[in-house]
C-alpha cells in the first residue's frame, strides 16, 4: 500500500494544519496583549513635551521592572534626578534629558554603569492626566504623574 494514498493522510495533514493555525493565532493574541493601543492616547509633540516637563516632579509607576517607583524631577536646563526603589533595592540617577523632533531623550550620566552616556530616546503618551513612556516594543515603560518642583 502506497503510504501517500491511504485516505487517512489526507485527514491527518489537515488537522496538523489547523492545530498550526490555531497556536498561532493564540500566540498572536497573547503576544500582543502586552502592546497598548496608543489610538486612544495622544502622542504629545516635541513643543508638548517641553512645555509639561519643564521644572516637574514625576511620580512614576516603572510596568517593565518589578514594583519599581522613581520620583524624578526634571529641571528646565536640561538636568534630570531619578530616585527610585523596588523590593529588592534603590538608586539614584542622574543625566540630562532634551527634545529630539517628537521624542523625549535622556543621557545618563551616574547611577546606571552599563547606560552611561547612552541616548535613549521615546516618544510620550496622554491620558487622562498621566503620562506614559514608552519602549522600543510598544509596551508601558512607565506611567507618570506630574506636579510642579517645590
Same mark, same amino acid.
Given at each position: 500500500m502506497?503510504?501517500?494514498?491511504? @485516505? $487517512? ?8 494544519? +489547523? ?5 498561532? !493565532?493564540l500566540? +498572536? ?13 495622544? *502622542?504629545?509633540?516635541g513643543?508638548?513635551i517641553?512645555?509639561?516637563f519643564n521644572?516637574?516632579? %514625576?511620580?512614576?509607576?516603572? *510596568? ?10 526634571w529641571?528646565? %536646563? $536640561? /538636568? ?10 534603590? &538608586?539614584?540617577?542622574?543625566? /540630562?534629558?532634551?527634545v529630539?523632533? %517628537?521624542? /523625549? +531623550?535622556v543621557?545618563i550620566?551616574?547611577? !546606571? ?6 541616548t535613549? +530616546?521615546? @516618544?510620550i503618551?496622554? /491620558? ?8 522600543? %516594543?510598544?509596551?508601558?515603560? &512607565? ?6 518642583? @517645590?
Open positions: 502506497n503510504r501517500k494514498n491511504y @485516505p $487517512g493522510n489526507a485527514k491527518i495533514v489537515q488537522q496538523i494544519f +489547523c492545530l498550526t493555525i490555531a497556536f498561532t !493565532l500566540a +498572536c493574541a497573547s503576544s500582543s496583549s502586552s502592546l497598548q493601543n496608543w489610538a486612544v492616547y495622544q *502622542q504629545l509633540s513643543e508638548e517641553k512645555l509639561a521644572n516637574v516632579r %514625576d511620580q512614576a509607576e516603572v *510596568q517593565d521592572a518589578l514594583v519599581t517607583t522613581a520620583e524624578n524631577q529641571h528646565a %536646563d $536640561g /538636568r534630570f534626578i531619578s530616585i527610585w526603589n523596588n523590593q529588592q533595592q534603590s &538608586g539614584k540617577v542622574t543625566g /540630562r534629558w532634551f529630539q523632533q %517628537d521624542t /523625549r +531623550c543621557i550620566e551616574t547611577g !546606571l554603569p552599563s547606560m552611561t552616556n547612552q535613549k +530616546c521615546g @516618544p503618551f496622554e /491620558r487622562n492626566e498621566k503620562y506614559y513612556t514608552v519602549n522600543e %516594543d510598544g509596551s508601558i515603560h &512607565g506611567i507618570h504623574t506630574l506636579s510642579e518642583l @517645590p
